[in-house]
C-alpha cells in the first residue's frame, strides 16, 4: 500500500529524488559538481524534463502539444478532479488553478486569440 500512496507524489525526478533521499535536485547539484564536474553534471540536468509552466499548457495537462478538442478535454476533466478543492485524498488549489489556466490558455489558442 506504501508504494502505491507513493506513486501519486511522484511527478519527476525532483520529486522522486525528494521521496528517496529527502533532498531536491537544486540541493545536491552542487555537491554532484564537486564530485563528478560541472560538464557531466549539466549533460545529466539537460536530460531532466523541466516542471511544466503555463508557457506550454500542453505539458501542464501532460498531453501532447497540438491535441484533439477530446483529448484537451478529457485531461482536463481528469485532473480537475483529481485537484479539486474538494477532493480530500488529492486537492491542492493551487494545482487545480494551475490546470484550469493551462486548459483556458489551449482554448484561447484553438479559437485563434
Known sequence: MAKKSAMGKIKDMD???????GKRIKDVVPRAIELFGEELVQRLLKDIPARPTLDDP????????GASDFIVQAAYRAMARKYHPD????GNEEKF??????????????KGG
Open 87 to 90: 477532493n480530500l485524498d488529492t
Open 15 to 21: 520529486d522522486m529524488l525528494k521521496l528517496l533521499t
Open 97 to 110: 488553478k494551475h490546470v484550469t489556466e493551462a486548459y483556458e490558455k489551449i482554448q484561447r489558442i484553438k
Open 58 to 65: 500542453y505539458s501542464v495537462l501532460e498531453i501532447r502539444s
